[in-house]
């Protein structure tokens, strides 16, 4: 667990093969199914979140105006919290399935 003064939330760092260059669109996060939140492939976002509240964190990117290869997470931090995630997609053109979202710190 990473703590650093001021900030409680997560860093989100994007990583897609090939495939996400055919659409040329940024990844982004929901939070709680409500609030968007924009991403950027191959750099770390911070998302700032409140202490002690559970949120559910959904992954995905746009194609064809729907969210592509979409992994979500579960996360309850405590106040000066800060955790790190890896979202990652197949190396291929498929549209369809998921993407993979892990805790890297």
Same mark, same amino acid.
């Given at each position: 667990? *990473?703590?650093? /003064? ?9 990583? *897609? ?14 939070? +709680? ?8 492939? *191959? ?5 700032? /979140? ?25 996360? +309850? !931090?405590?106040? *000066?919290?800060?955790?790190?995630? !890896?979202?990652?997609?197949? +190396?291929? !053109?498929?549209? /369809? ?9």
């Amino acid at each position: 667990m *990473g703590k650093e /003064l001021g900030h409680t939330g997560i860093r989100i760092e994007c990583r *897609g093969g090939w495939g996400w260059r055919v659409t040329r669109k940024q990844p982004y996060c929901i939070i +709680n199914g409500v609030d968007k939140v924009g991403l950027e492939w *191959g750099r770390q976002v911070l998302v700032s /979140l409140q202490p002690n509240v559970e949120y559910r964190i959904g992954v995905a990117f746009p194609y064809l105006g729907a969210p592509c290869k979409p992994a979500a997470v579960s996360v +309850n !931090l405590s106040d *000066g919290e800060v955790q790190e995630y !890896l979202y990652s997609i197949p +190396n291929s !053109l498929v549209v /369809l399935g998921e993407g993979r979202i892990e805790r890297t710190r």
